[in-house]
Nanobody
Framework: QVQLVESGGGLVQAGGSLRLSCAAS???????MAWYRQAPGEQRELVAR???????NYADFVKGRFTISRDNAKNTVALQMNSLKPEDTAVYSCNAHRTRWPFVDHWGQGTQVTVSS
């Protein structure tokens, strides 16, 4: 069982930056890692994903502003968020999707990001 702990959220003005970090209690080397977010009253949505091989994909609404990265040696995943907008306000959660059997998903508890206008 892998536990994920997010950190780095907070309050920032529009146009500012934040860096989120997700620390795993075990190895993430065989897991695709992703960041999701959920705003109040909205469904959870994918923000960015990075595969075991390092390939990345981003939601259209963050392309060019956010960057996801991973460090398998430290079992961490980061999300660098630049040019933040008020609509980026949400709880951001880290996800680990194991790519070998058992194909389970692990989730962190989430970290709040609030962008003021």
């Amino acid at each position: 069982q892998v536990q994920l702990v997010e950190s780095g959220g907070g309050l920032v003005q529009a146009g500012g930056s934040l860096r989120l970090s997700c620390a795993a209690s075990g190895s993430i080397s065989i897991s695709d890692m992703a960041w999701y977010r959920q705003a109040p009253g909205e469904q959870r949505e994918l923000v960015a994903r990075i595969t075991t091989g390092g390939s990345t994909n981003y939601a259209d609404f963050v392309k060019g502003r956010f960057t996801i990265s991973r460090d398998n040696a430290k079992n961490t995943v980061a999300l660098q968020m630049n040019s933040l907008k008020p609509e980026d306000t949400a709880v951001y959660s880290c996800n680990a999707h194991r790519t070998r059997w058992p194909f389970v998903d692990h989730w962190g508890q989430g970290t709040q990001v609030t962008v003021s206008s």
